[in-house]
């Protein structure tokens, strides 16, 4: 099973206090009062997915946002998915359905 | 704006938000610059070329109002330059900051490849830049290409570390298409597609490839992008390890491997490493090894010369990848190797043996393997024994030897 998480917000299980702090150096920012994680620095994201994916004991992958329509999508709808030395992390891309499309990119351009 | 102008240089982004990809570093940046308290006097950007590092620094300090004051790798970087250049760049405000037509922030200190200081030319640069970091007054950003090196330790001390990384394909292909329209350039989408492939992350190349393809005939089709040569990328060993356990295929491994140029001897080792993290059931386990096995023999074969038998080599390594697909879960990598962990750690320890063999060989007229294996654990023996033997004179062993020899539980 893979889980899809939104970098800017996600729950994990309760962790002992040495997991927890490995968790904030490599990157992770916890808010107390809404008992929520999200990716604080991405200098060690690699290591800090292969953390997360081992204390839910799962493949995590983090969603995508797409920088032009602004919608959430994962890795897995991409084709150049293979070739992609940065899939499943959590950075601004374009979503396959922006790329193909002419007219929404134009539109986008006009932002310019 | 002139015809002749290289479309890299046409298209430089002029201000933050032009630049693709990297939103986090560039947030991250941006974020150290408005703060006026920085816990950190300088910036050191990393991450492969032509992602973006140096355009966002010229794009950040126009942004911000910064003059920038930069060296790179063309200029000599040795301490007494450094000093000569940067230190009163950072030391005192630009005279220029009290004219009133100037609404500046006075200087920002940019050193552009700085993993590129080294040699004689530039002794005693990094050293330089340390201390015109702890003194500066003004920010001070640094960019590399590979910041694990040796000597930039002491630099990432004193530095914030903003990583970037590879652009991704649908970027790069969204950014070829804006310039194919500003260019009136008629393109396929296959095309723009397979330039940013072979670019790998790499945006000044692929838009380098695209002027080279389409700036006379203001068209371009797949076709026209055969010719283009593939350009390897070094994949890091953790990358190729990760990407390798990953791997849903033999085929796919095998290009993986093709693509990546890490240390056949030393990724082997880390394989051999990370299976049982990779495989908890004995059997896949099992034949996991046995793949790699084989693939030890022909890396074996392979040698220095016989180049032609990599191909075997990807291939019996690909399967010990792929024996059970389905089961993968992410784990923590072993990397480096175990084993050059080990020899790293033991280094103190095989310089003693080595010179206590040393001593007996000398005595006893005997090699070092000789003395090591038949002479050694007798005199451990003796020591034990008798602590003030008078073999220890004789040998000439210092205390630290006989602690040395008495305390050693293998050797």
């Given at each position: 099973?893979?889980?899809?998480?939104?970098?800017?917000?996600?729950?994990?299980?309760?962790?002992?206090?040495?997991?927890?702090?490995?968790?904030?150096?490599?990157?992770?920012?916890?808010?107390?009062?809404?008992?929520?994680?999200?990716?604080?620095?991405?200098?060690?994201?690699?290591?800090?997915?292969?953390?997360?994916?081992?204390?839910?004991?799962?493949?995590?992958?983090?969603?995508?946002?797409?920088?032009?329509?602004?919608?959430?999508?994962?890795?897995?709808?991409?084709?150049?998915?293979?070739?992609?030395?940065?899939?499943?992390?959590?950075?601004?891309?374009?979503?396959p359905k922006c790329l193909t499309d002419?007219?929404?990119?134009?539109?986008?351009?006009?932002?310019? | 704006?002139?015809?002749?102008?290289?479309?890299?240089?046409?298209?430089?982004?002029?201000?933050?938000?032009?630049?693709?990809?990297?939103?986090?570093?560039?947030?991250?940046?941006?974020?150290?610059?408005?703060?006026?308290?920085?816990?950190?006097?300088?910036?050191?950007?990393?991450?492969?070329?032509?992602?973006?590092?140096?355009?966002?620094?010229?794009?950040?300090?126009?942004?911000?109002?910064?003059?920038?004051?930069?060296?790179?790798?063309?200029?000599?970087?040795?301490?007494?330059?450094?000093?000569?250049?940067?230190?009163?760049?950072?030391?005192?405000?630009?005279?220029?900051?009290?004219?009133?037509?100037?609404?500046?922030?006075?200087?920002?200190?940019?050193?552009?490849?700085?993993?590129?200081?080294?040699?004689?030319?530039?002794?005693?640069?990094?050293?330089?830049?340390?201390?015109?970091?702890?003194?500066?007054?003004?920010?001070?950003?640094?960019?590399?290409?590979?910041?694990?090196?040796?000597?930039?330790?002491?630099?990432?001390?004193?530095?914030?570390?903003?990583?970037?990384?590879?652009?991704?394909?649908?970027?790069?292909?969204?950014?070829?298409?804006?310039?194919?329209?500003?260019?009136?350039?008629?393109?396929?989408?296959?095309?723009?597609?397979?330039?940013?492939?072979?670019?790998?992350?790499?945006?000044?190349?692929?838009?380098?490839?695209?002027?080279?393809?389409?700036?006379?005939?203001?068209?371009?089709?797949?076709?026209?992008?055969?010719?283009?040569?593939?350009?390897?990328?070094?994949?890091?060993?953790?990358?190729?390890?990760?990407?390798?356990?990953?791997?849903?295929?033999?085929?796919?491994?095998?290009?993986?491997?093709s693509r990546s140029n890490v240390d056949?001897?030393?990724?082997?080792?880390?394989?051999?490493?990370?299976?049982?993290?990779?495989?908890?059931?004995?059997?896949?386990?099992?034949?996991?090894?046995?793949?790699?096995?084989?693939?030890?023999?022909?890396?074996?074969?392979?040698?220095?010369?016989?180049?032609?038998?990599?191909?075997?080599?990807?291939?019996?390594?690909?399967?010990?990848?792929?024996?059970?697909?389905?089961?993968?879960?992410?784990?923590?990598?072993?990397?480096?190797?175990?084993?050059?962990?080990?020899?790293?750690?033991?280094?103190?320890?095989?310089?003693?043996?080595?010179?206590?063999?040393?001593?007996?060989?000398?005595?006893?007229?005997?090699?070092?393997?000789?003395?090591?294996?038949?002479?050694?654990?007798?005199?451990?023996?003796?020591?034990?024994?008798?602590?003030?033997?008078?073999?220890?004179?004789?040998?000439?062993?210092?205390?630290?030897?006989?602690?040395?020899?008495?305390?050693?539980?293998?050797?």
């Amino acid at each position: 099973m893979v889980i899809v998480l939104n970098p800017k917000e996600f729950k994990l299980p309760r962790v002992e206090k040495e997991k927890f702090v490995l968790l904030i150096r490599l990157g992770l920012d916890y808010n107390r009062e809404l008992g929520l994680f999200s990716i604080k620095n991405y200098n060690n994201i690699e290591k800090l997915i292969d953390t997360v994916s081992g204390i839910l004991n799962t493949e995590v992958v983090f969603s995508q946002t797409c920088i032009r329509c602004g919608k959430d999508f994962p890795c897995t709808d991409c084709k150049y998915n293979e070739l992609c030395t940065t899939k499943d992390l959590p950075f601004s891309c374009v979503c396959p359905k922006c790329l193909t499309d002419r007219k929404q990119f134009e539109e986008y351009l006009e932002k310019f | 704006m002139s015809n002749d102008l290289l479309w890299v240089e046409k298209y430089r982004p002029k201000k933050i938000e032009d630049i693709v990809g990297n939103e986090e570093a560039k947030a991250a940046l941006i974020e150290w610059l408005k703060n006026k308290r920085r816990s950190k006097k300088a910036v050191l950007l990393y991450g492969p070329p032509g992602v973006g590092k140096t355009a966002l620094v010229n794009a950040a300090s126009k942004g911000f109002g910064f003059s920038i004051i930069e060296m790179n790798a063309s200029d000599s970087r040795s301490e007494k330059a450094i000093n000569e250049v940067a230190k009163p760049a950072t030391s005192y405000v630009a005279l220029d900051n009290f004219s009133s037509a100037n609404k500046g922030k006075g200087n920002l200190l940019f050193l552009d490849e700085v993993d590129g200081i080294a040699g004689n030319e530039d002794r005693g640069g990094v050293g330089a830049i340390i201390k015109i970091v702890e003194e500066a007054r003004v920010p001070v950003i640094m960019a590399a290409n590979d910041p694990d090196i040796d000597k930039l330790r002491p630099l990432k001390k004193v530095c914030l570390l903003i990583r970037f990384h590879q652009i991704r394909i649908p970027l790069i292909i969204a950014l070829l298409q804006k310039i194919c329209l500003l260019e009136h350039v008629k393109a396929e989408f296959e095309a723009l597609e397979r330039i940013a492939q072979n670019s790998k992350g790499d945006v000044r190349s692929a838009i380098n490839d695209l002027q080279s393809l389409a700036e006379e005939n203001h068209a371009l089709i797949l076709q026209d992008t055969m010719a283009l040569t593939s350009r390897n990328k070094d994949i890091s060993m953790d990358d190729t390890l990760r990407g390798f356990f990953s791997t849903k295929s033999v085929t796919e491994a095998s290009s993986l491997l093709s693509r990546s140029n890490v240390d056949y001897d030393e990724f082997i080792m880390s394989v051999g490493d990370n299976l049982p993290r990779r495989y908890s059931d004995p059997e896949e386990l099992a034949a996991a090894y046995d793949f790699v096995s084989q693939a030890d023999v022909f890396r074996g074969r392979i040698g220095t010369e016989n180049w032609h038998l990599l191909k075997y080599f990807f291939n019996a390594l690909s399967r010990a990848s792929a024996v059970a697909p389905e089961s993968y879960k992410p784990f923590e990598l072993i990397s480096p190797p175990i084993r050059i962990i080990t020899l790293f750690w033991t280094k103190g320890k095989r310089t003693m043996l080595d010179g206590i063999c040393g001593k007996i060989g000398a005595q006893c007229h005997v090699s070092h393997s000789i003395a090591k294996h038949d002479f050694v654990p007798f005199i451990k023996i003796i020591l034990q024994n008798t602590k003030s033997s008078s073999l220890i004179p004789w040998f000439k062993f210092t205390p630290e030897e006989v602690d040395f020899l008495l305390k050693m539980n293998r050797y």
